[in-house]
């Protein structure tokens, strides 16, 4: 740390301040992660451990981003998933900036709601508008409510239930729509047997079936398995200090 401090410094002032910035700027990281991580531990009311981190990149004309939950690509038990999405770019309207539908998140079987073409020309709501039916909701195209992250500045976040109804508009603009996302998942989660068919996720629990412990063949029913940390790395616990 103190080697890349001193990096492009010259005079001893201009090293003390690149110090102070250096700490500074740690301990600012430091704070968002806590809060952050006690956020989400408030949400689950449990410890958290991340099941995967992404960064996105929409380019300019890039279509709109099909509404769907996140929760049904996480095959856990329970199904419960926390996103956080970190804005890279000022979240103009043009860039097609993500979308909740309100409330949707209180919508039954959570299991419900991914989407095999993530990326589609006709607007992206067939699969909402299906699963709003399916709640009894009655003319979804007026009934529904939108809230646009429109106006979010770079750095800035949000945070959803993974059974929140999201998608997002169309990129109009000439610039490319960038941000990271971060899934998390209570510690204690287990895999249920559909996962045993994922490209994504096979490999894991096959690794969490070689470290359990437990006599019952799961080859072939793979319900039960807890999800390991080694794969899946504990972030905060309600004990971790600042």
């Not at 003390?16 to 952050?36: D, E, H, R």
């Not at 979308?99 to 992206?124: A, M």
Request: charged fraction near 20%; charge should be negative.
């Amino acid at each position: 740390m103190g080697t890349w401090c001193k990096i492009g410094t010259g005079s001893d002032m201009g090293k003390v301040s690149f110090w102070l910035l250096c700490v500074v700027g740690l301990l600012f990281t430091k704070l968002l992660l806590f809060l952050i991580h006690f956020l989400i531990v408030t949400i689950f009311g449990t410890t958290t451990a991340t099941a995967t981190t992404a960064t996105t990149y929409r380019p300019p004309g890039a279509p709109p981003l099909a509404y769907h939950r996140d929760s049904p690509y996480f095959m856990f038990e329970p199904n419960d998933v926390a996103t956080v999405w970190i804005a890279l770019d000022d979240m103009h309207p043009e860039l097609g900036p993500l979308t909740y539908v309100k409330s949707s998140h209180r919508w039954g079987d959570g299991r419900i709601g991914s989407s095999q073409n993530f990326f589609q020309d006709n607007g992206g709501k067939s699969l909402l508008y299906s699963a709003a039916k399916r709640e009894g909701i009655d003319n979804v195209e007026e009934s529904l409510e939108f809230e646009s992250m429109a106006g979010m500045q770079a750095g800035g976040m949000s945070i959803h239930d993974g059974r929140t109804w999201h998608g997002s508009g169309p990129n109009t603009s000439d610039q490319p729509r960038r941000g990271i996302g971060l899934h998390f998942v209570p510690v204690h989660v287990k895999w249920t047997r559909d996962a045993m068919k994922s490209q994504l996720w096979k490999k894991y629990l096959e690794n969490a079936m070689s470290e359990s412990t437990t006599t019952e063949d799961h080859t072939t029913f793979a319900d039960g398995i807890v999800v390991s940390n080694q794969d899946f790395p504990i972030t905060w616990t309600p004990s971790m200090e600042l």
